[in-house]
């Protein structure tokens, strides 16, 4: 049963274009309205954690790795759909969850009450500044301020200095939102379902993070040999 109903502004404008996604060479990238290529923003932030990784994987082994990931990305699926269906004012939004899901949601649910006047939900973004783009879970106010709100989950409580890429890919989001419609998105907000704890909150600004996206920037043209215009 959901506790709240979301105010939801009007569509703009700006946003009634479509983008679509390629993988090209296995990275993914988005076309934008004007043709561009550009790389998806977690692809290109995944450089910076690429190498702690793969140390990961060779001291569990690939199989256990394999069955970890797996297990992850279903969870942080089902809990993402599970919140884009609340905030879109779903009445069953709860509707053929496993009760493991539910749970988790109940966990982070109280944020919502945080949660007013929608700007999007879901919403392709791109950015000619950074030549980047991607799709956010939500544009909305949080605590009466305009936000780019995450959802993530985690098997353990995360220290804020592991959190880096979250916040950056974030202010990505909000940096191109501000590009878009000239609308200033100066917070960011991070929400996460930690397995068996309490939830998490982590509530940014914007500006602190950005430089994070320049330096994921120069690391993927290196690695990949791609010029992005930096």
Same mark, same amino acid.
């Given at each position: 049963?959901? #506790?709240?109903?979301? #105010?939801?502004?009007?569509?703009?404008?700006?946003?009634?274009?479509?983008?679509?996604?390629? #993988?090209?060479?296995?990275?993914?990238?988005?076309?934008?309205?004007?043709?561009?290529?550009?790389?998806?923003?977690?692809?290109?932030?995944?450089?910076?954690?690429?190498?702690?990784?793969?140390?990961?994987?060779?001291?569990?082994?690939?199989?256990?790795?394999?069955?970890?990931?797996?297990?992850?990305?279903?969870?942080?699926?089902?809990? !993402?759909?599970?919140?884009?269906?609340?905030?879109?004012?779903?009445?069953?939004?709860?509707?053929?969850?496993?009760?493991?899901?539910?749970?988790?949601?109940?966990?982070?649910?109280?944020?919502?009450?945080?949660?007013?006047?929608? !700007?999007?939900?879901?919403?392709?973004?791109?950015?000619?500044?950074?030549?980047?783009?991607?799709?956010?879970?939500?544009?909305?106010?949080?605590?009466?301020?305009?936000?780019?709100?995450?959802?993530? #989950?985690?098997?353990?409580?995360?220290?804020?200095?592991?959190?880096?890429?979250?916040?950056?890919?974030?202010?990505?989001?909000?940096?191109?939102? @501000? @590009?878009?419609?000239?609308?200033?998105?100066?917070?960011?907000?991070?929400?996460?379902?930690?397995?068996?704890? !309490?939830?998490?909150?982590?509530?940014?600004?914007?500006?602190?993070?950005?430089?994070?996206?320049?330096?994921?920037?120069?690391?993927?043209?290196?690695?990949?040999?791609?010029?992005?215009?930096?």
């Amino acid at each position: 049963m959901r #506790t709240k109903t979301f #105010t939801h502004l009007a569509e703009r404008p700006e946003f009634s274009f479509g983008m679509r996604s390629e #993988t090209i060479n296995g990275k993914r990238t988005y076309v934008t309205p004007n043709d561009n290529v550009y790389p998806s923003i977690t692809t290109v932030l995944s450089e910076l954690s690429k190498a702690d990784i793969q140390k990961w994987r060779e001291r569990v082994g690939e199989k256990e790795a394999n069955k970890i990931s797996g297990k992850a990305s279903r969870r942080g699926t089902s809990l !993402h759909n599970t919140c884009e269906r609340y905030v879109q004012n779903e009445e069953k939004f709860l509707n053929g969850e496993t009760p493991h899901i539910v749970e988790l949601f109940k966990t982070i649910e109280p944020f919502f009450e945080r949660v007013d006047n929608i !700007h999007g939900v879901e919403l392709a973004l791109y950015s000619d500044q950074y030549r980047l783009a991607g799709r956010t879970d939500l544009v909305a106010e949080f605590d009466g301020v305009l936000s780019i709100v995450d959802y993530k #989950t985690s098997n353990k409580i995360k220290k804020k200095e592991w959190c880096e890429n979250y916040f950056a890919q974030c202010s990505f989001y909000a940096s191109a939102y @501000e @590009e878009r419609t000239g609308i200033e998105v100066p917070q960011i907000v991070i929400i996460v379902a930690v397995e068996n704890e !309490h939830p998490q909150l982590f509530v940014e600004k914007r500006d602190d993070w950005t430089h994070i996206i320049w330096k994921a920037k120069e690391l993927y043209e290196i690695n990949n040999n791609d010029t992005i215009n930096l």
